[in-house]
T-cell receptor, first 117, second 111 residues
Framework: DAGVTQSPTHLIKTRGQHVTLRCSPI?????VSWYQQVLGQGPQFIFQ???????GRGNFPDRFSARQFPNYSSELNVNALLLGDSALYLCASSLADVGAGGYNEQFFGPGTRLTVL | KNQVEQSPQSLIILEGKNCTLQCNYTVSPFSNLRWYKQDTGRGPVSLTI?????NTKSNGRYTATLDADTKQSSLHITASQLSDSASYIC??????????FGAGTQVVVTP
């Protein structure tokens, strides 16, 4: 079975541009979460979607937005890119809503490496 | 202040040797604690998961311990291999399902 997939793997943009990152969850998983991981730090939570509805939002500016499609894939959009947006963007999927707790494990994709010049 | 603190920040060990990584947390109410291994430029992969009532969990050469009273966990790597070189991240989930990530410990195994 395919795991969580993300595209593209690498991306180089310049300041002020816009970027769209894509994520396909594990088949059957309805929850998708997005994380930003700056080099040398742990992932920071950006968004979580379940059944196409936003269920959680981290402390990120409105330049960051996301959506989930009927097939449960997801897009993360970042407008007006800043140098500080350079990071590894991780997508994670889980079977149930994150609020279900317990052993509802999140499976991570390989990430998209975004470099803003 | 980060609710999950890991130590050391980084360490270098010789191939074949053992090492122990530490994780202290203040997350409450607690649901579970996971240790993830993250290779450079890749997504984290789960190694172990423990709930409140579990004190130890093993996965091959990786053994995690949990003391829920002192809110401390450790990850012990036995007979390290070059492929163990990675960042090891401690992740604590609260009862509402929110994940709190540690900054990770960077492990380098040298021949």
């Amino acid at each position: 079975d395919a795991g969580v997939t993300q595209s593209p793997t690498h991306l180089i943009k310049t300041r002020g541009q816009h970027v769209t990152l894509r994520c396909s969850p594990i088949s059957g998983h309805k929850s998708v979460s997005w994380y930003q991981q700056v080099l040398g730090q742990g992932p920071q939570f950006i968004f979580q979607y379940y059944e196409k509805e936003e269920r959680g939002r981290g402390n990120f500016p409105d330049r960051f937005s996301a959506r989930q499609f009927p097939n449960y894939s997801s897009e993360l959009n970042v407008n007006a890119l800043l140098l500080g947006d350079s990071a590894l963007y991780l997508c994670a999927s889980s079977l149930a809503d994150v609020g279900a707790g317990g052993y509802n494990e999140q499976f991570f994709g390989p990430g998209t490496r975004l470099t803003v010049l | 202040k980060n609710q999950v603190e890991q130590s050391p920040q980084s360490l270098i060990i010789l191939e074949g040797k053992n090492c122990t990584l530490q994780c202290n947390y203040t997350v409450s109410p607690f649901s579970n604690l996971r240790w993830y291994k993250q290779d450079t430029g890749r997504g984290p992969v789960s190694l172990t998961i423990m709930t409140f009532s579990e004190n130890t969990k093993s996965n091959g050469r990786y053994t995690a311990t949990l003391d829920a009273d002192t809110k401390q966990s450790s990850l012990h790597i036995t007979a390290s291999q070059l492929s163990d070189s990675a960042s090891y991240i401690c992740v604590v989930t609260d009862s509402w399902g929110k994940l709190q990530f540690g900054a990770g410990t960077q492990v380098v195994v040298t021949p």
